[in-house]
């Protein structure tokens, strides 16, 4: 399982940076939606529509998408409604514990959820979504490592068992390291991020580490109500496609407000 996990995510990364950095935009664009559209299929099978239902789900959600990408001034209205869900709504909804919920409410909560952040992704500049991205990324390995390690107290039991405080805190940890990093590294961002500036551009990282555990906790909340392990089996050792984006959701958009609010893209 491990070697097969490993293999896909490489795969994956690989497959990845070659359409980012070799699709023109518009393509760029039409990957994204597309990638959207079978989050929202799962999303809708999560939620147990039938799979017709499901499968035009999935279409509305690509197309909202690929025609919001045609309008790049509405990025930050798009992601303002979005952070609005992942810093207010969706940490009340972990908290009160999942309860069942009309199918109407939870479609319109899945196009929250996957549109913001997949038109987030086609407006951040190539460079900064991959710095993006890798935030994500970091942050779920050190929260893994130290999880592992170290974990002892749960931080969502009766959502996501295998959760622990002390994953969180390594998971911070590495993000503000690479933060550092990057700013150090990046000649734009370390022009910018300069004396006091640094207080709140460690803080917007932490919130993002924060959001991504936030997103991460809905989707498996969400597979648990559904009674499942997986999101789907599309990529072999990871499950669905949200089981990979889930952290990604919920971080996307906000990093696009924070980064706009730098005068970074």
Known sequence: MFLT?????????????????????????????????????????????RQNLAAAYGAVCAGLCSALALAPWMAPWVCGAGAVFWIGAAP??????????????????????????????????????????????????????????????????????????????????GCVIYAIIWAFCDADLRARVQGNVWIPFLAGTLLLCALGVVGDLLESGLKRQAGVKDSGKLLPGHGGVLDRIDSATATLPVALLLMLAMGAT
């Open 5 to 49: 996990r490993t293999l896909t995510a490489a795969v994956l990364l690989a497959a990845f940076i070659a359409v980012l950095f070799w699709l023109d935009r518009g393509q760029f664009a039409i990957a994204v939606s597309l990638v959207v559209g079978i989050g929202g299929y799962e999303w809708a099978r999560l939620i147990k529509t």
């Open 92 to 173: 009340y909804f972990l908290a009160r514990g999942f309860r069942p919920t009309p199918v109407t409410a939870a479609m319109a909560v899945g196009v929250v959820v996957l549109v913001p952040a997949g038109l987030a992704m086609i407006v951040l500049p190539p460079k900064q979504l991959l710095m993006v991205l890798g935030l994500i990324w970091i942050s779920d390995t050190g929260a893994y490592l130290a999880g592992r390690a170290f974990g002892r107290r749960k931080l969502a039991p009766s959502i996501s068992p295998g959760k622990t405080w002390e994953g969180v805190a390594g998971g911070a940890i």
